[in-house]
């Protein structure tokens, strides 16, 4: 069945929505502070969806005036929540707009106004700012400090994120909450510190929130990343009903230290639980097709392929390249080509094991025209694919094809190595050509 749906014509994937998701409730450990960084009673949502963010806050920012002409004062949260919605947006200059009217309110130091601002200017790139008014704040609560060390994290400083973490321990006197923890232990993953994640896991245990699921999840992906996964399955395994994410976590963890066969035993315990389609959406696809290429499971790729498609899962481009890498090494051909074709972007390695993958199998007409596909599509040639398009002419005997390409690699001669010079002589040779491959031979 399995293989049959994997094979066959490729239908036309329908495109599933993106709900924001919404955490469950929060342990009790984390309502003793306030909830994830930025919550608001206020949001813009009242404004019809079909409207770009970016209108809905000029109008909004409309409205303020009015209110000034009015000389009604905006509160901390309308403010915040504009502020919020421009850091969504990545629109500084509107931001800048909204921090005006709050410090003409005098609201610009009030927590909740005052940590949005660092929210939007570390989203719009301005980290210098954002730490400035960090810095500024008379009082800093846990909010505070977890999105000072979230716009570091993200900004690609982990480091600094995790001295910023130490400090908030050691010198702010205030204790994490369940995103601070979440936050510091991807900031460990990246920077393969296990000694803090270590140090950081121990606090979870002692404030009660190893139970939280992304604390789980953030969990298994550092101890997998320092290359403890034995660890990691440990935290895995004393859930008794592991979320999606966490599976996935668990198998990308197997997948990168090479422990591809204990990644695909987690995969048949998911499927065993059976999953809703819209548990089926949040599923690391491309993680799972993954396992399943580093073990060459062929079966199994195609069980996950099936999936797909029952559950109409819109893959994204690494899901499908993995895909059909699987299918091409397991000499899948038409199904590679199927899959290959939903790419709208391919990069070039992908486009070199297919053209080979259709060469090994003798199916060089194929290859020959995949290489042409590459040309029409304007993809960037390199040595190893015009080595691998002359290979298929030899397979077919096409020698006009092949001094077609000649022609091009005289003009491109960056592309003319020894690997290239080799297969065009070889080409030669096997058409009877043999005055033209001792020139080569010797010209090179």
């Known amino acids: 069945m399995a293989a049959v749906i994997a094979s066959a014509p490729p239908q036309p994937l329908p495109k599933i929505p993106h709900p924001v998701p919404i955490p469950g409730r929060l342990p009790a450990c984390i309502r003793r502070s306030q909830d994830r960084p930025h919550n608001r009673r206020r949001t813009l949502h009242s404004a019809p969806a079909e409207w770009p963010l970016d209108q809905r806050i000029r109008e909004s920012l409309a409205i303020l005036d009015l209110m000034e002409t009015q000389s009604i004062s905006p509160d901390p949260e309308l403010l915040a929540?504009?502020?919020?919605?421009?850091?969504?947006?990545g629109t500084l200059r509107l931001g800048r707009v909204v921090h005006d009217k709050a410090t003409q309110a005098g609201l610009q130091s009030h927590p909740l106004v005052a940590n949005t601002l660092v929210l939007l200017y570390g989203r719009c790139g301005q980290l210098g700012l954002a730490r400035r008014l960090f810095d500024e704040m008379t009082a800093r609560n846990v909010v505070s400090w977890t999105t000072i060390i979230s716009v570091y994290h993200h900004a690609g400083f982990p480091h600094d994120a995790l001295d910023l973490y130490r400090s908030m321990i050691m010198d702010g006197g205030v204790r994490p909450n369940v995103f601070t923890f979440t936050i510091a232990l991807n900031c460990c993953a990246s920077v393969e510190d296990l000694d803090l994640g270590v140090r950081i896991h121990e606090d979870i245990v002692k404030d009660g929130c190893d139970g939280d699921e992304f604390i789980i999840v953030a969990l298994i992906d550092m101890y997998a990343k320092c290359g403890r996964v034995s660890d990691a399955r440990e935290v895995f395994d004393r859930v008794t009903n592991p979320s999606v994410e966490a599976c996935t976590a668990m198998i990308e963890g197997y997948n990168g230290n090479g422990e591809a066969k204990k990644a695909m035993d987690v995969m048949r315990r998911m499927f065993r639980t059976g999953l809703s389609s819209e548990a089926a959406s949040k599923l690391g696809f491309a993680s799972m097709i993954r396992s399943c290429a580093m073990e060459l499971a062929l079966r199994q790729g195609q069980e996950i392929h099936a999936r797909i498609i029952k559950f109409g899962h819109q893959p994204g481009s690494k899901a499908l390249s993995t895909l059909a890498d699987l299918y091409e090494s397991s000499d899948?051909?038409?199904?590679?080509?199927?899959?290959?074709?939903?790419?709208?972007?391919?990069?070039?390695?992908?486009?070199?094991?297919?053209?080979?993958?259709?060469?090994?199998?003798?199916?060089?007409?194929?290859?020959?025209?995949?290489?042409?596909?590459?040309?029409?599509q304007d993809a960037r040639l390199n040595p190893q694919i015009m080595s691998l398009a002359i290979k298929a002419c030899i397979g077919m005997s096409g020698l006009e094809e092949g001094k077609q390409m000649h022609g091009i690699l005289i003009k491109v001669s960056h592309l003319l190595d020894e690997s290239v010079i080799s297969s065009l002589t070889e080409l030669y040779r096997s058409c009877g050509e043999y005055e033209t491959a001792q020139k080569l031979l010797k010209n090179n």
């Open 81 to 89: 929540a504009l502020l919020k919605s421009c850091a969504d947006a």
């Open 332 to 376: 899948r051909m038409i199904a590679a080509k199927h899959v290959f074709d939903y790419l709208v972007v391919k990069d070039l390695d992908l486009w070199a094991r297919m053209v080979s993958g259709f060469a090994r199998n003798e199916q060089y007409v194929d290859a020959l025209k995949l290489y042409i596909e590459m040309v029409a």
